[in-house]
């Protein structure tokens, strides 16, 4: 049982370059979400799903793209990369709302933008 | 939303003392997590207690709804406790799992 996987772990770009951020669960989970995690702070919310074909914005969703074609899948898309987009992410499931509603973590992709 | 506050921002202990984390939540919760990130930035799930109390080693996590707040209390701390301690919730109503601002703890030997 693998959990929550994201790739890459490491990723460096250049300003104006594009990448999407993996994130797969094997939980069969139907919320996924994304956060940053910028230095000596918190995780935000970037964007979430409450199940495949369905997606919706968080606390900061400017200059990312989700979709939810699976269950399984949410990737995370930076169409133009800035330097404010360094920070490290996170992927997160769980079931938000029957029984266990614990979320588990990737184990995060450190971005860098230059 | 909901408002995760948690208490005190920072905390230095020695080897072996003990200590008490506060999180305060301001809406009815189906989910309260604490976590712990270590220094290589990975999220460790310590508890997961929307009500009640659990008990793993060393960490113990006491959550009262009703009340809204939670605490996550260590003892004999040890070096390796260091990290920053995280609390997040999410409403009973809703689907957003938030996260308090965190814990900076640093246990020195």
């Known amino acids: 049982n693998a959990g929550v996987t994201q790739t890459p772990k490491f990723q460096v770009l250049k300003t104006g370059q594009s990448m999407t951020l993996q994130c797969a669960q094997d939980?069969?989970?139907?919320?996924m979400s994304w956060y940053r995690q910028d230095p000596g702070m918190g995780l935000r919310l970037i964007h979430y799903s409450v199940g495949a074909g369905i997606t919706d914005q968080g606390e900061v969703p400017n200059g990312y793209n989700v979709s939810r074609s699976t269950t399984e899948d949410f990737p995370l898309r930076l169409l133009s990369a800035a330097p404010s987009q360094t920070s490290v992410y996170f992927c997160a499931s769980s079931y938000p709302n029957r029984g266990n509603t614990e979320a588990f973590f990737g184990q995060g992709t450190r971005l860098t933008v230059v | 939303g909901i408002q995760v506050e948690q208490s005190p921002p920072d905390l230095i202990l020695q080897e072996g003392a003990n200590s008490t984390l506060r999180c305060n939540f301001s809406d009815s919760v189906n989910n309260l997590q604490w976590f712990h990130q270590n220094p290589w930035g990975q999220l460790i799930n310590l508890f997961y207690i929307p009500s009640g109390t659990k008990q793993n080693g060393r960490l113990s996590a006491t959550t009262v709804a009703t009340e809204r707040y939670s605490l996550l209390y260590i003892s004999s701390s040890q070096t390796t406790d260091s990290g920053v301690y995280f609390c997040?919730?999410?409403?009973?109503?809703?689907?957003?799992?938030?996260f308090g601002e965190g814990t900076q703890l640093t246990v020195n030997p």
């Open positions: 939980m069969n989970h139907e919320y």
């Open positions: 997040a919730a999410k409403k009973t109503s809703g689907s957003r799992l938030t």
